[in-house]
């Protein structure tokens, strides 16, 4: 249990969750029902698996940096605060910047001669670090770390292009006598890399709470969000997906 820390301040909101910076932690909390929008019933909103996604994370956060080298957040601590509401806090990955935004401005401007506004050639680098770090080290450590049940530790949750067409409030745990099942992150794309803000090398890959171990084909690396949202228009994969997650 946590008490909202006093120097705690919040930068952004969710349907779900507020999203939180103190002076060396980044904290998600459960937004209470009285603050979240209503539904044609004129009730708050609420998601069935929220709890579960907040531990969910906190378990892989742990998994990852226990059994591979990929940079992430370290777990301060998670669970319940003093309102009953869900909350993660990690370490703070300071002195950096998403993928998706390093060129919004120069980061190297004794070499690209850009001092203000958008800069083509950071993002371009920016890009291929992160391509180059998910390809060689993300992808092919996630591929090693293997399963014979799907999900992670009993919670099976799908990537966001099955849910969106599939809303059955339960999914079943799915089985293999050989550990065929791999550590799938489900939103791997460029804002949830961080890098260096000045060497944009790849700092942390964040934003575990929608993953687990599933069919391999599952694993998705999409740079952009145009990219990533193909995924929720392609009908013919997503009944695929749906077909390798559930049981036979």
């Known amino acids: ?118 800069c083509l050639q950071c993002a371009t680098i920016a890009k291929n670090n992160a391509d180059n770090f998910v390809r060689e080290t993300v992808l092919p450590q996630l591929r090693a770390l293997t399963s014979n049940t799907t999900g992670l530790e009993g919670f099976v949750n799908p990537p966001g292009w099955v849910l969106e067409y599939d809303k059955r409030q339960e999914w079943p745990v799915k089985k293999s006598v050989t550990r065929d099942f791999v550590f799938c992150h489900h939103d791997l794309t460029s804002y949830n890399i961080l890098l260096d803000w000045q060497t944009l090398d790849v700092k942390a890959v964040i934003d575990w709470e929608d993953c687990g171990f599933f069919p391999p084909e599952i694993q998705q690396w999409k740079y952009t969000r145009a990219e990533r949202f193909e995924l929720f228009e392609d009908t013919a994969l997503v009944q695929k997906h749906i077909s390798l997650i559930l049981p036979e």
């Not at 507020?18 to 009730?43: A, C, D, H, M």
């Not at 531990?55 to 892989?60: D, F, G, I, M, S």
């Not at 002195?95 to 390093?102: E, F, L």
């Not at 190297?108 to 506004?117: E, F, R, Y």
Request: glycine share 6%; proline share 5%.
């Open 1 to 118: 249990m946590t008490t909202l820390h006093r120097a705690e301040t919040t930068f952004a909101i969710s349907e779900f969750k507020t999203y939180n910076f103190t002076s060396n932690t980044f904290i998600k909390r459960e937004r209470p029902l009285t603050e979240r929008g209503v539904n044609r019933s004129g009730q708050p909103v609420t998601d069935p698996w929220l709890g579960q996604r907040f531990t969910n994370e906190a378990k892989a956060l742990q998994l990852i940096r226990d059994f591979t080298n990929i940079p992430v957040p370290k777990v301060v601590s998670y669970g319940n605060d003093q309102d009953g509401l869900w909350y993660l806090e990690t370490e703070l990955i300071t002195k950096s910047v998403r993928c998706d935004m390093a060129g919004d401005s120069c980061r190297m401007p004794h070499l690209h001669n850009t001092h203000s506004g958008y």
